[in-house]
């Protein structure tokens, strides 16, 4: 197991390396830092001399990959690619726009992240599975074909719909629970209420449909049948049998985003106010702040490794078939 | 030459799209294979339905993508072409001018609404404005009077003149006279409709009526005219209404909203189809080599993958776009007009969007290859000696095909709903371009104004859910007809 899990870990190693080459060519060599510089500065304030503090403030001034100027190690090391993205690997994010340490923002805006993914990921994995098994119990009948196209109807709606349209019902009109904000202690879930209930209800489309083929597909099995034939009641079919032998393929899209749940939600947190990286992100993205950008990048794609050795690990727990060796 | 013609890329190749797409329809109709399937997705009630509703959407889209700048009257005058001043006799004839405003065939169709914009908000078919305002009147005396009051539309319902309270019956009769309109029309429809299966299936037109109500056919011809009776009990009341009332209301400069929901359609569909143009080629080519050589090339094919694949999308889409822009803004001299900087932005996002979302269907069609080479028949031509390049483009490619089909449509619903969110961020489509994602970042905070400002939003979400609806449920139909697994079952 720990071996394997090594092994894992040096097989992330060069994707890693590859996303920190992707983003850094996007960052630094389709667009020069005075491409950069310009844009950040307006056209108005442009002069060689602004753009020229303005690189030296960020420590876009040096060289991209080799600089001739210096002696010994630092030839590679007091350049662009090894400051801004090579750095990275030790945590190291850099400064925001604002002059803030981009490492420290993002350790403290992960909770208000998690107080609102994690629980619309697990109200939502519960809430759609017992609906496809519910739709699954009753396939072929009017209340799958119905089901199934409330489920096509809810799929076929926009995200930032089901926020307006709830925001719109819930706040304004009933006026329930606050608009938007965030606040910590007891009071938090007047303010986690409200998101979480819309993040579940809008991924309850899709997911409902694709866990119902899932379960349609092992319904078809010879296991199913000899369940059956020893005189197992449909329930116990499906619950038993069935739900456990979906598993794999659930687990497959599903343990996969549970390190990304730290990123938070873009739309959610934009929409409610909520202090988490996913606002970090979208105001990043709206002040152009191209360091910030880079690092949430390259936390994504590292997260998103983790959960595809995550998805690995669980499956031995799911399916006693599947060793490590 | 009364205008220039404006060819845009996005026209170029949406006409493209569009002339590839009947090729390829005919020319898969001469396969046994491919014409069962279609026959499927022919008998598929709910797919034919979709399918004349997404046609009506292709046909307002194609409509908006044959562009022109039309010529000024007066090339001293305004720089806009419909607020130019009449030509002067006296004046030298000035050297022909273009205003640098691009325009569409469907602008031209929809002039009065593009063209009767009132101040601000106003509700749909409301007569007077949705704010007060101080208004200057004279009194009997002679006086000026100032009074608060909603202010007279300058062109909703403007032909009622003073006589506002005439608004409801107006309205009444005009959908009257639209709702008769409309049931001649499909009257019309559905008999020409008879009398051609009556003609197909030599019988008569009355039992060829019979056939089509009660599901005999090979063609859902009644799915398809229950969705032409539908869609014209909606789009006749529309065009009769939209003449003198703001049907869906203006938005917070006053644009006719309507106007602009037609105008999104367009830019919905280069969204959804043009991205199929990047990401098709790339997830076939690399997807078959990968598969069919294996070895290093697989390695590689793979690790490129699995490298942009783990980028979150959205982070990689805004650091795609986030650079786009920064090429863009310092390169204002590639674009004439902003018409074309727009187009070339939408483009641009079309193209990081495909660059982003090819490696699943990649993922597949190496899987499904791996697969495929094992199989006698691949073996039997190798063994002949066929090379490999009439091998992939023979038995390879057209055993691959149906995965493609499926996953061109299952994709268009979802990139038409991420132009909506991207544009919401602030990486989608340029913020002059008209699009629904545009449409909504706009109106979303007018929701909380005291009385809500609803009508934009609402128009957005019903044009944008029935275009998304109508993909989804014809995507499922293909699926249903393409996929083998399904075969089976069908």
């Not at chain 1, 992707?22 to 056209?43: E, K, S, W």
């Not at chain 2, 919905?268 to 990968?290: D, F, Q």
């Not at chain 2, 490696?359 to 499904?368: A, D, F, P, V, W």
Request: hydrophobic share 55%; proline share 4%; with cysteine.
């Amino acid at each position: 197991m720990l071996a394997y899990l090594v092994r894992r870990l040096l097989y992330a190693l060069p994707i890693l390396i590859g996303v920190n080459l992707i983003t850094f060519a996007l960052f630094f060599v389709v667009n020069t830092p005075d491409d950069m510089a310009r844009m950040q500065l307006g056209v108005k304030r442009v002069t060689p001399e602004a753009i020229d503090k303005w690189k030296a403030e960020r420590g876009y001034d040096k060289p991209l990959f080799i600089n001739d100027a210096a002696s010994g190690s630092a030839v590679l090391t007091d350049t662009i690619f090894f400051s801004k993205s090579a750095r990275m690997f030790a945590g190291d994010f850099g400064r925001a726009e604002d002059g803030r340490d981009i490492a420290r923002e993002i350790t403290s805006r992960m909770g208000p992240s998690l107080a609102i993914a994690l629980p619309t990921f697990i109200l939502g994995l519960l809430v759609t599975v017992s609906f496809a098994l519910l739709l699954t119990f009753f396939r072929a009948s009017y209340l799958d074909f119905w089901g199934v196209v409330l489920c096509v109807a809810m799929m076929s709606i926009s995200g930032l719909f089901y926020i307006i349209g709830g925001q719109f019902l819930i706040s304004k009109i009933w006026r329930l629970v606050p608009i938007s904000g965030y606040g910590g202690g007891l009071d938090a879930w007047k303010f986690v209420i409200l998101p979480v209930l819309i993040g579940v209800i809008s991924g309850v489309g899709s997911s409902t449909r694709w866990y119902r083929t899932i379960f349609l597909e092992e319904i078809s099995r010879d296991y199913v049948r000899t369940a059956r034939a020893k005189g197992l009641s449909e329930l116990v079919v499906l619950f038993r049998h069935v739900l456990r032998n979906a598993m794999i393929p659930i687990l497959t899209g599903v343990v996969v985003v549970i390190p990304l749940l730290f990123m938070g939600s873009l739309l959610t947190e934009s929409f409610f106010g909520i202090p988490g990286l996913g606002s970090y992100t979208i105001d990043a993205i709206n002040a152009q702040d191209f360091a910030v950008v880079r690092a949430m990048v390259f936390i994504g794609s590292l997260l998103y490794i983790v959960g595809l050795i995550l998805t690995d690990v669980s499956y031995t727990f799911v399916d006693p078939r599947i060793r490590f060796n | 030459m009364t205008f220039l013609p404006v060819i845009l890329w996005s026209d170029v190749l949406i006409w493209l799209l569009f002339v590839a797409a009947i090729v390829f329809g005919a020319l898969s109709l001469r396969n046994p294979l491919w014409r069962t399937a279609w026959q499927r997705v022919g008998r598929s009630r709910a797919g034919m339905a979709s399918a004349t509703v997404l046609l009506v959407f292709v046909g307002v889209g194609l409509l908006d993508s044959l562009h022109y700048r039309p010529r000024l009257e007066n090339a001293a005058g305004p720089q806009t072409a419909t607020a130019a001043p009449p030509p002067t006799a006296t004046a030298a004839p000035p050297p022909t001018a273009y205003a640098v405003e691009v325009l569409s065939l469907l602008d031209v169709l929809l002039t009065p609404l593009r063209t009767r914009n009132e101040k601000t908000y106003s509700e749909p078919l409301a007569t007077r404005a949705y704010a007060k305002e101080s208004i200057e009147s004279r009194d009997a005396a002679g006086e000026l009077q100032q009074s608060r009051d909603y202010p007279r539309l300058r062109h909703g319902g403007a032909h009622l003149g003073a006589d506002e309270a005439r608004r409801d019956g107006d309205v009444g009769d005009r959908l009257l006279r639209a709702v008769s309109l409309a049931f001649l029309a499909w009257w019309a429809v559905a008999a020409a409709t008879a009398a051609g299966v009556a003609r197909a299936e030599a019988c008569s037109a009355p039992a060829a009526w019979r056939r089509i109500w009660s599901n005999e056919s090979d063609f859902a011809w009644n799915a398809v005219l229950a969705a032409v009776a539908c869609l014209l009990l909606v789009a006749l009341p529309l065009a009769m209404l939209a003449g003198q009332y703001h049907v869906f209301g203006t938005d917070k400069v006053g644009q006719d909203v309507f106007y602009q929901v037609l105008k999104s359609v367009r830019t919905a569909l280069v969204i959804g189809l043009v991205t199929t143009l990047v990401t098709l080629p790339l997830a076939i080519l690399l997807g078959i080599l990968a598969g069919y050589f294996r070895g290093w090339v697989d390695d590689l094919i793979q690790y490129l993958y699995t490298t942009l694949s783990s980028i979150p999308g959205v982070l990689l889409i805004a650091a795609a776009v986030l650079m786009m822009q920064v090429l863009i803004d310092n390169h204002p001299q590639w674009f004439a007009t902003a018409a074309e900087r727009a187009d070339l932005r939408l483009l641009a996002l079309c193209f990081i969007l495909g660059v982003t979302s090819w490696t699943g269907l990649c993922r597949l069609l190496r899987g499904e290859t791996l697969k495929l080479r094992e199989l006698e028949y691949i073996q039997a031509a190798q063994a002949f000696g066929v090379t490999d390049l009439r091998i992939i483009g023979r038995h390879i490619v057209p055993n691959l095909m149906h995965i493609v089909i499926i996953a061109l449509v299952m994709d268009f619903s979802s990139l038409v709903l991420a132009e909506a969110v991207l544009s919401y961020v602030g990486i989608g489509v340029d913020p002059t371009m008209i699009s629904f994602g545009t449409m909504i970042n706009n109106a979303r905070m007018e929701l909380a104004r005291e009385p809500a400002v609803w009508w934009s939003l609402s128009a957005a979400f019903v044009f944008m859910f029935t275009l998304v609806l109508a993909a989804n449920l014809l995507a499922d139909a293909v699926r249903d007809a393409f996929d083998p697994r399904m075969a089976g079952s069908a």
